[in-house]
């Protein structure tokens, strides 16, 4: 748990450290997802560390929250209402403190330390994967609202793997039986990572572009150097991603 809760902490302070450069009149300007603004996105980024705080600390299961709210949507909802009530600075202030506390809960579990989420049942290391994979999905949408060219971090591998580990899911929920695949794709400093059995069929290409496609920054049409080896790659690739919401 180590390795991954310090790349964890590294992708959020790094986040946190480009928000401090932006003016709080920009705030309020709407990014490419949802229609949200940098204060929605943030918010919602903290609202949703207090519910992995809940379910890693108490059991709390997330899904009960969605009953309370009505669907997974007014649940979202809620923590954009919350930060929209806020200042800025205490929006991100908020966010530091709730992810303090789920970091502090997941230092104290084992990897494989079994807690619900929206998904069902996670182990404390996939609950840290999804933390990194969505703050460095929802940065990549204000890094491009400002222009800001992302570069390949080796945290990557971490997103990379979830987008893999997730195709069973993506098969089922397509109604389709899941099929072994491989991911290769190229890091930073020419680091290859590679997830699935070894002749398998294969998706491989550029860590970076994976990444974006999976978070759904990016269409496929945008990633040129994604390649799908045979159709059942093929299939993958269109199913892939590394979300996991109610369905």
Known sequence: MREILTDLVAEQQSFDQYLQKIPPRDWKKPVKAKGWSVQNLVAHLAHFEDLATA???????????????????????????????????????????????????????????????????????????????????????????????????????????LGWKLLPVAYRRAGMEPVDIRVEVMGPNYSKWSFGPEGAPRIKGPALEWCRYIVQRSPLKDCPGLVAEGDDAEQALKLATAYITPE
Not at 96 to 124: I, Q
Not at 143 to 152: N, P, R, S
């Open 55 to 161: 379910a890693v600390e108490d059991g709390a299961d997330p899904m009960e929250e969605v009953a309370r709210a009505g669907n997974f949507e007014a649940l979202v909802k809620e923590g954009i209402v919350k930060g929209n009530s806020m200042r800025p600075q205490d929006v991100i202030e908020w966010w530091r403190l709730s992810r303090a506390a789920t970091m502090d809960a997941l230092w104290l579990c084992e990897t494989d330390d079994r807690m619900p989420w929206f998904g069902g049942d996670l182990s404390a290391m996939l609950m840290a994967t999804f933390r990194i994979m969505e703050t460095w999905a929802h940065g990549l949408d204000v890094y491009d609202q400002h222009g800001v060219e992302v570069e390949a971090s080796p945290r990557l591998r971490h997103v990379s793997f």
